[in-house]
C-alpha cells in the first residue's frame, strides 16, 4: 500500500514541479512507473493533477508580480500594454492549449500577468495537460 501512494506521490510530485519554471521531466517518471506495471489511467489522473496544480502556482505568480507593475520594470508604455493585452484577449488564451510544450510556462505565467479570467484559464490548461498525458499513455501502451 505505502509503495503504491509514495509511487503515486512522487508522479504528483514530478507533474507538479514540471509546471513550474523549475526544470523538472515529468514524463520520465511516467514512462518508469508505466512500465513498472501502474496503472495508466491512475498515472494519467495523478500526473494531470499536479501539472494543472503546478501551473496554477505559476499563473498566480504571475499575476502577483503583473500586480506589482512588472511590466513597469521593462518600461513598457501603457498603450503597447493595453496592445498586449488586447493580443492575448482575442489570441492568447488559446495559446494555452500548447502550454505543455517546452517554454510553455512562459505562456502560462503571461496569462497570469495580463490577468486572464481563472475560468476559462483553468479550462484550458486542464485539457492541455491532461491531453498530453493522454498521448503519452498512448504512446507509453504502443511501446510496451
Not at 79 to 105: C, Q
Request: hydrophobic share 60%; charged share 10%; net charge positive.
Amino acid at each position: 500500500m505505502w509503495s503504491e501512494v509514495t509511487a503515486l506521490l512522487g508522479m504528483f510530485l514530478a507533474a507538479f514541479l514540471a509546471a513550474t519554471p523549475i526544470p523538472m521531466q515529468s514524463e520520465l517518471a511516467f514512462i518508469a512507473l508505466a512500465a513498472g506495471g501502474w496503472s495508466l489511467w491512475a498515472l494519467v489522473a495523478v500526473a494531470s493533477l499536479g501539472n494543472v496544480l503546478g501551473s496554477c502556482v505559476t499563473f498566480a505568480a504571475g499575476r502577483g508580480l503583473g500586480g506589482l507593475g512588472l511590466w513597469r520594470w521593462f518600461h513598457l508604455p501603457p498603450e503597447k500594454m493595453a496592445r498586449a493585452e488586447s493580443w492575448f484577449a482575442r489570441w492568447g488564451r488559446w495559446s494555452l492549449l500548447l502550454s505543455w510544450l517546452p517554454g510553455g510556462d512562459l505562456l502560462v505565467f503571461l496569462a497570469g500577468t495580463l490577468r486572464m479570467p481563472i475560468l476559462p484559464y483553468v479550462i484550458l490548461i486542464t485539457l492541455a495537460k491532461t491531453g498530453r498525458y493522454v498521448m503519452l499513455a498512448f504512446a507509453t501502451q504502443a511501446a510496451l
